[in-house]
């Protein structure tokens, strides 16, 4: 853990676990873009906590990708700012037909950071939004169906196609598990 301007910057060994199996499984110009796209990602929410005027309390590395917490609650806009930059960067090189890669890797960022988990942008809008309703433990109960369901169809995959998408399958199942330590 290392401390910068009041930011608690922090490196979780699943994260190192991650960026391992990326560099043994993939190709290096694969992971170059993809580390692009992650950076767009996070441009995306950085950008969004200062329109908003917030500032950063944390960055944490883990293996479910970079977690920024700002110093107050953020809400949705900076929470989808993130995939949202990424549907952009696709849109705008799909339209232009460039970066095949690159336009890919963005889609599929932004609708990983969609799914459902707590610790992605879309768990957590979900997450903000049914907080306290009525409806909230019948939720929790189909959105934990469905995580489990998407682990399987990820094993299933794997076990199709090859070792290019165990990562995938191994990162829902770190998403699956760790979020049982989350409430």
Same mark, same amino acid.
């Given at each position: 853990?290392?401390?910068?301007?009041?930011? =608690?910057?922090?490196?979780?060994?699943?994260?190192?676990?991650?960026?391992?199996?990326?560099?043994? #499984?993939?190709?290096?110009?694969?992971?170059?873009?993809?580390?692009? =796209?992650?950076?767009?990602?996070?441009?995306?929410? #950085?950008?969004?906590?200062?329109?908003?005027?917030?500032?950063?309390?944390?960055?944490?590395?883990?293996?479910?990708?970079?977690?920024?917490? &700002?110093?107050?609650?953020?809400?949705?806009?900076?929470?989808?700012?993130?995939?949202?930059?990424?549907?952009?960067?696709?849109?705008?090189?799909?339209?232009?037909?460039?970066?095949?890669?690159f336009c890919l890797l963005n889609l599929?960022?932004? #609708?990983?950071?969609?799914? &459902?988990?707590?610790?992605?942008?879309?768990?957590?809008?979900?997450?903000?939004?049914?907080?306290?309703?009525?409806?909230?433990?019948?939720?929790?109960?189909?959105?934990?169906?469905?995580?489990?369901?998407?682990?399987?169809?990820?094993?299933?995959?794997?076990?199709?196609?090859?070792?290019?998408? =165990?990562?995938?399958?191994?990162?829902?199942?770190?998403?699956?598990?760790?979020?049982?330590? #989350?409430?």
């Open positions: 853990m290392i401390k910068i301007k009041n930011i =608690v910057f922090s490196v979780k060994f699943s994260f190192l676990l991650f960026n391992a199996l990326i560099f043994l #499984l993939r190709e290096n110009s694969v992971i170059m873009n993809f580390y692009a =796209v992650c950076i767009i990602h996070e441009l995306g929410h #950085l950008f969004a906590i200062a329109v908003t005027g917030g500032k950063i309390k944390s960055v944490v590395f883990s293996g479910t990708g970079v977690i920024i917490t &700002p110093e107050k609650n953020s809400g949705l806009f900076v929470m989808l700012s993130g995939p949202f930059a990424n549907l952009a960067v696709f849109i705008i090189f799909y339209i232009i037909g460039a970066g095949h890669t599929g960022t932004a #609708l990983y950071n969609l799914l &459902p988990y707590r610790q992605l942008d879309g768990g957590s809008a979900l997450y903000f939004l049914i907080e306290g309703s009525s409806c909230e433990l019948i939720i929790n109960i189909i959105l934990n169906c469905i995580k489990v369901l998407f682990s399987v169809f990820l094993l299933g995959i794997s076990l199709l196609y090859g070792r290019e998408f =165990v990562p995938l399958f191994l990162i829902s199942l770190i998403l699956l598990i760790s979020e049982r330590g #989350l409430s």
